[in-house]
């Protein structure tokens, strides 16, 4: 935990949907200039920083509804905890559920954009929502947080979208 009473730990909800026989998730893409040009491993659960003493699963329903605006009323399913590339823990639950990713909205941050110009900008933390099978989506997701895909295509018992 550093000064500020925040963790080193994000939690954050794989919502999921069946469409016919196939399994859908939602991803979020992180907005800003950094992401803007970015794709392929560069989607995410939508997921943020617990603060300090804060129950996972809360946080993630706080983060979900910072990040699509939707407020989730669906129990949620552990999926465990990963470590990101940069050693951060996210913890994630799944739920089942559905929505019409045109109506997400996101709550913005500010940034010095361009770099060293003084100027202050507002952006989206999140510029799109979308739906997608397990092998996009496992293409699309950021490379720490494909287990999550794995664990929830296990406890449905979907076929895996990890190599061997």
């Given at each position: 935990m550093n000064s500020a009473g925040r963790s080193a730990a994000s939690a954050g909800v794989l919502m999921y949907?069946?469409?016919g026989s196939k399994l859908e998730v939602l991803l979020v893409h992180p907005g800003g200039p950094y992401?803007?040009?970015?794709?392929?491993?560069?989607?995410?659960?939508?997921k943020g920083e617990m603060n300090a003493d804060e129950d996972a699963g809360v946080a993630a329903l706080r983060e979900f509804m910072e990040e699509t605006g939707v407020v989730l009323t669906g129990p949620l399913e552990s999926l465990g905890e990963i470590r990101q590339r940069g050693g951060k823990r996210v913890l994630a639950f799944?739920?089942?559920?559905?929505?019409?990713?045109?109506?997400?909205?996101?709550?913005?941050?500010?940034?010095?954009?361009?770099?060293?110009?003084?100027?202050?900008?507002?952006?989206?933390?999140?510029?799109?929502?979308?739906w997608f099978?397990?092998?996009?989506?496992?293409?699309?997701?950021?490379?720490?947080?494909?287990?999550?895909?794995?664990?929830?295509?296990?406890?449905?018992?979907?076929?895996?979208?990890s190599p061997a």
């Open positions: 949907r069946r469409v992401w803007r040009r970015k794709d392929h491993g560069s989607w995410s659960i939508p799944a739920v089942e559920g559905d929505l019409d990713v045109r109506t997400t909205r996101s709550n913005t941050f500010e940034l010095e954009w361009p770099p060293h110009s003084g100027k202050m900008q507002t952006f989206p933390e999140v510029d799109r929502t979308e099978d397990l092998p996009v989506a496992h293409a699309k997701i950021l490379e720490g947080q494909r287990p999550l895909l794995d664990r929830l295509a296990q406890r449905l018992g979907q076929p895996g979208v």
